[in-house]
């Protein structure tokens, strides 16, 4: 199992697979589907290929943050399910203006040398996003490769998308997420020096920077959290958010991991946001804070009994 970050000069081994294609952001229930036709039509034997960085990263440079999964976690995700390989696909000015013959003979004929080639029903690629799965399908009858395109897989009565998993995230609706996902959401990153005030109020937090991550609605969430990906998961609240209270500053996920007094700065941290509790609020003191603290620390472990 092998992550490769080019479609050049691949070893003979990694060439000629069923292949997976597409974005592949949070791996959700549609993402499956594709990668299970690739699965299928590879008789159990498959590899998946994916853009890095992500086109929407390279063309709008300037969005906030969006992603579901950090590339390690995805390609890590991708490898569990099955796959022989992944192949992070460079996504620059070069790749940027192939037309759509030009992606599908350089990079999926020469450059992976691919058997079979599983898309979703809106797979869109070439320069200006000119090609779609229609054409890949003439060109993979031309080309001598063969073509599945999943047709749309819905949840909640809407396509399965990562739009839509963003804006159940950005709407305080984790649950509305997991269902999209098929598990619940999971940010993580290393743990960082914060203010400090959590251990003063008697709720000492881990705090984590989203960085490329989408950021969820601000406010607090009945969690699960992990250290260096081992272990247990342990019960928690956090909160993501700006501390109105205590003052300003960059949105931060400070995660109070109960019964739970482990120095693990610079540790890796993954929180599974399970369910949104409240708003993020500013409160007139500090003891009104801590107040409000306490009732969410009963209702995260209340929601948090089932699982």
């Keep these: 199992m092998t992550i490769y970050a080019d479609y050049r000069g691949l070893p003979g081994i990694a060439r000629g697979a069923s292949i997976a294609l597409g974005n592949f952001d949070g791996l959700h229930i549609g993402h499956r589907a594709v990668i299970a036709a690739a699965e299928k039509a590879g008789g159990g034997k498959f590899s998946v290929a994916t853009f890095e960085p992500p086109p929407r990263a390279y063309f709008r440079p300037g969005d906030p943050p969006f992603r579901i999964l950090r590339p390690e976690r995805r390609d890590a995700a991708i490898l569990a399910l099955g796959a022989d390989s992944v192949f992070e696909l460079p996504f620059n000015g070069e790749m940027a203006a192939k037309t759509d013959e030009e992606f599908v003979r350089q990079v999926l004929v020469e450059g992976l040398g691919i058997s079979h080639v599983a898309v979703g029903f809106d797979f869109r690629f070439g320069r200006g996003r000119m090609g779609h799965a229609q054409r890949l399908s003439s060109l993979g009858r031309a080309l001598g490769f063969g073509v599945t395109i999943v047709e749309e897989v819905q949840e909640h009565e809407a ?6 998993i963003r804006e159940a995230l950005r709407a305080g609706e984790p649950e509305v997420a997991a269902d999209i996902l098929g598990y619940n959401w999971i940010a993580d990153g290393p743990v960082v020096s ?3 005030n959590g251990r003063k109020f008697g709720f000492p937090t881990a705090n984590m920077q989203m960085g490329e ?14 250290v260096d990906r081992a272990g247990d998961w342990l019960h928690g609240v956090a909160n ?5 209270t205590t003052g300003l500053r960059d949105p931060l996920l400070e995660t109070h991991i109960f019964d739970f007094d482990s120095d693990i700065y610079g540790a890796w941290l993954e929180v599974e946001m399970v369910s949104y509790l409240r708003p993020e609020l500013k409160f007139d003191t500090v003891d009104l804070m801590i107040d409000q603290m306490g009732r969410d620390v009963i209702e995260a472990k209340s929601r948090l009994k089932a699982i």
């Design 159 to 164: 396509k399965a998308s990562s739009t839509a």
């Design 194 to 196: 914060g203010e400090r």
């Design 213 to 226: 991550l989408v950021h969820p609605k601000h406010g607090v969430y009945a969690v699960r959290a992990r």
């Design 240 to 244: 993501f958010g700006r501390t109105p």
